[in-house]
Nanobody
Framework: VQLVESGGGLVQPGGSLRLSCAASGFTFSRYAMNWHRQAPGKERELVAVITSISSSTYYPDSVKGRFTISRDNAKNTVYLQMNSLKPEDTAVYYC?????????WGQGTQVTVSS
């Protein structure tokens, strides 16, 4: 299993970024995919989930209405569209999948929201 995130960077408050996570080594369409983030000195937190079959989504209140998770099963890729970014969204963002009861993480991509 391999997950590779991309798309992070520096953005001003109120701006937008789109993160991508390219997956390989497993049957992507069969698995739910998660995005998490970890800010300095804080625990890693879940920010979005997308299921496999119905592509249902879940967001915590901290990002609901601003972040959108989506997937392209033909490209084995999951996305995180982030709008109306705030300084408190600054973190390393990771995608994650659980395959055969094992969690697999990407290397992360840094998102910095600052003026």
């Amino acid at each position: 299993v391999q997950l590779v995130e991309s798309g992070g960077g520096l953005v001003q408050p109120g701006g937008s970024l789109r993160l991508s996570c390219a997956a390989s080594g497993f049957t992507f369409s069969r698995y739910a995919m998660n995005w998490h983030r970890q800010a300095p000195g804080k625990e890693r937190e879940l920010v979005a989930v997308i299921t496999s079959i119905s592509s249902s989504t879940y967001y915590p209140d901290s990002v609901k209405g601003r972040f959108t998770i989506s997937r392209d099963n033909a490209k084995n890729t999951v996305y995180l569209q982030m709008n109306s970014l705030k300084p408190e969204d600054t973190a390393v963002y990771y995608c994650k999948v659980n395959v055969n009861r094992n969690d697999y993480w990407g290397q992360g991509t840094q998102v910095t929201v600052s003026s």
